[in-house]
């Protein structure tokens, strides 16, 4: 029979009434070296008992029938008959700390509170620590957060039995003990984020996304981003909000404001980059009236350019969809048989209609439709002779007709989707997205639609079409079309004023743009009061020593203050114009690393561009919004029940960005975990080959 080594667990009931699981802190001594247990008295080395009687030990062990070998009832290992007593306390002590706490062998135990404990260094003499069962449910929870399921996949039955078929000495805790640990790990990680916020010595961005659960609740992810003095770029979700009904504007805006303040970040906030939706747009525009109101830095927000761009080819495709969807009908196929694939793949290479790489993305994002419109006009005759070799088992439900064929190639002429999916692969893979490149490859859009509107040769519907996706492009345009996103863009050196789209290119935003520059940037106070919310006013207030109040200036100071402010703001003048007078940088340049090596030739500009390129051009990842990857994301989220949407999905964000998982001040060593695993798996190994030799 198995025996648990620790003390016995509370129960669910009592854990319940204590609100939260119990926790032994670490030491502030040795913050590092820590690792994981159940029991209380963990952080002591086991008390020995004293040799009163052999038979304290002999009990704990079951003499073999031919009388030569004892065996140890809770792991097992043989001894021979005539091994001391005393070898055998050593061996209950040392791998059964606890066993002379029971009166009976084996207990019966439901998972104990909270397990973090600091572990002393091991001594040479010292045998290696004993493992917890428990332990396990501390890597079930990592692998719930990190893989974005709830809690209640521990209640599925089979999950159970597959550990217990390990080891049946194996409990999991109950779904709702992980949920509640959930949330604590939650405000431990968020006091964690604010501490960091608070030491921000930049203005910060956010960005915004919107999505609805199974459960038809609306919620919103906010997402900061910001860049350090040593010019690394940082992004870090900051919550997910539930949005509560009707999930207006209005209550957008309640609930971006509430996330701004828990961090104490609404007075260091810049910019915010939404999805495109009214509703978004309306809660941006409060947040701004609010801001303003509150006499603080100024504020701006801008539409996401990947969501633009992937509603401007929907309307391109929106007439071909039908035709689209039984392509995809077909790739489905084709990814699932192995018949079909090896048939399409011999064809391909029978025609020379290129090489395809299964299985094909069939998704329904942008990167799925590009592939659907591929197959056909690069690989058509394959794709009929697949369909017509197959037909019985197709039922002839994709076939296409010559007038469907048609419609595609005209559409694929007309959008030249080779150039759309360089510019999405583009948005995707590059690093340095600014909203300077952003602009850049919106304007190459914006000039591709209207040449091919100019087009006499397109039929009316493809003329519609093409109005649509117009529309889409100048509704882009409009929103940003202002000075910040204009100062934000000639901060990009491999931009600056040469690149800059017509629609935003206007005369007056240099002069404006200039006395931006002075107006917050001027000022010697600069970077030693942006933590406490830097006022353009602050420049003018203020005394001198021994001069009495601040507002008793001699006329003297007064005429010598306006000469010094004149000399900054002529220098800030000339770093703009030195800067701007220069020729671009590469485009295959890091444009953090460009301004980090001339933060020298800049000293004021280079403040200005940490804070503005860390305004983000799309407010969610490209890949997210373009390739099937996003598809699964959606998944995860749709899938998560309220109870533990926030939660889980805020814990997995922070570890990813390299945040440690901690239980109330408690940081979960997983590491040192791991290696208490490895260990007490070897030493096992060892008591196993040493059993065998006794037999």
């Known amino acids: 029979m198995e025996w648990n080594v620790n003390n016995a667990f509370k129960t669910y009931k009592e854990m319940e009434s204590k609100t939260m699981m119990d926790m032994t802190l670490v030491p502030h001594s040795d913050p590092i070296d820590i690792g994981l247990g159940s029991s209380e008295k963990a952080n002591t080395v086991p008390p020995k008992r004293k040799k009163t009687m052999t038979s304290v030990y002999l009990k704990y062990f079951e003499?073999?029938?031919?009388?030569?070998?004892?065996?140890?009832?809770?792991?097992?290992?043989?001894?021979?008959?005539?091994?001391?007593?005393?070898?055998?306390?050593?061996?209950?002590?040392?791998?059964?700390?606890?066993?002379?706490?029971?009166?009976?062998?084996?207990t019966t135990s439901v998972p104990q509170a909270a397990p973090v404990v600091a572990l002393k260094p091991s001594q040479s003499n010292s045998k290696p620590p004993q493992l917890d069962y428990d332990h396990l449910n501390w890597l079930v929870l990592k692998w719930l957060a990190l893989s974005s399921l709830p809690p209640s996949t521990v209640d599925e039955t089979w999950l159970g039995n597959s550990f217990k078929f390990l080891n049946p000495a194996v409990q999991?805790?109950?779904?709702?003990?992980?949920?509640?640990?959930?949330?604590?790990?939650?405000?431990?990680?968020?006091?964690?984020?604010?501490?960091?916020?608070?030491?921000?010595?930049?203005?910060?961005?956010?960005t915004l996304s919107f999505w609805s659960s199974y459960e038809n609740i609306f919620y919103m992810s906010v997402t900061g981003q910001w860049i350090d003095e040593n010019w690394s770029s940082h992004r870090l979700l900051l919550d997910i909000s539930r949005i509560p009904?009707?999930?207006?504007?209005?209550?957008?805006?309640?609930?971006?404001?509430?996330?701004?303040?828990?961090?104490?970040?609404?007075?260091?906030?810049?910019?915010?980059?939404?999805?495109?939706?009214?509703?978004?747009?309306?809660?941006?525009?409060?947040?701004?009236?609010?801001?303003?109101?509150?006499?603080?830095?100024?504020?701006?927000?801008?539409?996401?350019?990947?969501?633009?761009?992937?509603?401007?080819?929907?309307?391109?495709?929106?007439?071909?969809?039908?035709?689209?969807?039984?392509?995809?009908?077909?790739?489905?196929?084709l990814n699932a048989s192995m018949e079909l694939s090896d048939d399409f793949i011999q064809l391909t290479t029978a025609y020379q209609e290129g090489n395809w790489k299964l299985p094909i993305d069939a998704s329904s994002r942008w990167s799925g439709n590009y592939q659907m419109v591929n197959i056909l006009c690069k690989a058509g005759k394959s794709l009929d002779a697949v369909i017509r070799k197959n037909e019985d088992a197709l039922e002839n439900r994709m076939m296409l007709s010559s007038t469907e064929k048609n419609a595609v190639t005209i559409v694929r002429n007309y959008l030249d989707l080779d150039s759309f999916h360089k510019t999405t692969n583009d948005m995707c893979t590059n690093k340095d997205l600014t909203v300077g490149l952003a602009l850049l490859f919106m304007d190459n859009i914006s000039e591709m639609i209207t040449t091919c509107q100019k087009s006499c040769h397109n039929p009316d519907w493809l003329r519609t079409c093409a109005e649509n996706m117009s529309q889409k492009a100048r509704s882009y345009n409009t929103q940003v079309c202002n000075v910040f996103t204009y100062i934000t863009a000639v901060l990009d050196p491999r931009i600056k004023t040469e690149y800059i789209p017509e629609t935003i290119n206007l005369e007056s935003y240099i002069d404006e743009a200039r006395a931006h520059f002075i107006r917050n940037y001027s000022s010697p106070h600069f970077t030693?009061?942006?933590?406490?919310?830097?006022?353009?006013?602050?420049?003018?207030?203020?005394?001198?020593?021994?001069?009495?109040?601040?507002?008793?200036?001699?006329f003297a100071e007064e005429i010598a203050r306006r000469k010094r402010r004149g000399s900054m703001s002529s220098n800030v003048v000339d770093e703009l114009t030195q800067y701007l007078s220069e020729s671009i940088v590469p485009m295959q340049t890091d444009v953090l690393d460009w301004w980090k090596a001339n933060s020298g030739r800049y000293p004021r500009l280079c403040n200005m561009a940490r804070d503005f390129l860390a305004v983000q051009a799309t407010s969610g990842a490209p890949e997210e919004i373009f390739c099937g990857k996003g598809e699964e994301i959606d998944k995860q989220k749709y899938c998560m029940p309220h109870d533990s949407t926030q939660s889980v999905l805020c814990i997995r964000s922070w570890i990813e960005a390299g945040m440690k998982l901690k239980f109330k001040s408690t940081e979960i060593d997983y590491e040192r975990l791991m290696e208490l695993a490895a260990s007490v798996a070897a030493d096992n190994s060892a008591g196993g080959l040493d059993k065998n030799q006794h037999k």
């Open 172 to 206: 999991l805790w109950p779904a709702e003990k992980y949920k509640a640990v959930l949330h604590e790990v939650f405000r431990s990680m968020r006091g964690d984020v604010k501490t960091s916020l608070e030491h921000i010595q930049s203005k910060v961005s956010v």
């Open 528 to 554: 030693s009061s942006l933590t406490g919310g830097y006022r353009p006013q602050d420049i003018d207030e203020g005394g001198v020593g021994g001069g009495g109040g601040g507002g008793n200036i001699s």
């Open 245 to 333: 009904y009707p999930s207006g504007g209005s209550e957008i805006y309640s609930s971006l404001l509430k996330v701004l303040k828990i961090y104490g970040i609404e007075d260091r906030v810049l910019c915010c980059t939404h999805d495109n939706s009214e509703n978004a747009i309306h809660a941006c525009h409060s947040l701004k009236e609010y801001l303003d109101g509150q006499k603080v830095l100024p504020f701006c927000y801008i539409p996401c350019a990947a969501q633009t761009l992937n509603d401007i080819i929907d309307e391109g495709l929106a007439t071909i969809k039908p035709i689209i969807s039984k392509i995809r009908d077909f790739t489905q196929e």
């Open 63 to 106: 003499t073999a029938p031919d009388s030569k070998t004892r065996k140890c009832k809770f792991c097992g290992q043989s001894y021979s008959i005539a091994t001391a007593t005393g070898n055998l306390g050593r061996h209950l002590n040392n791998r059964h700390p606890g066993y002379d706490k029971s009166a009976e062998v084996v």
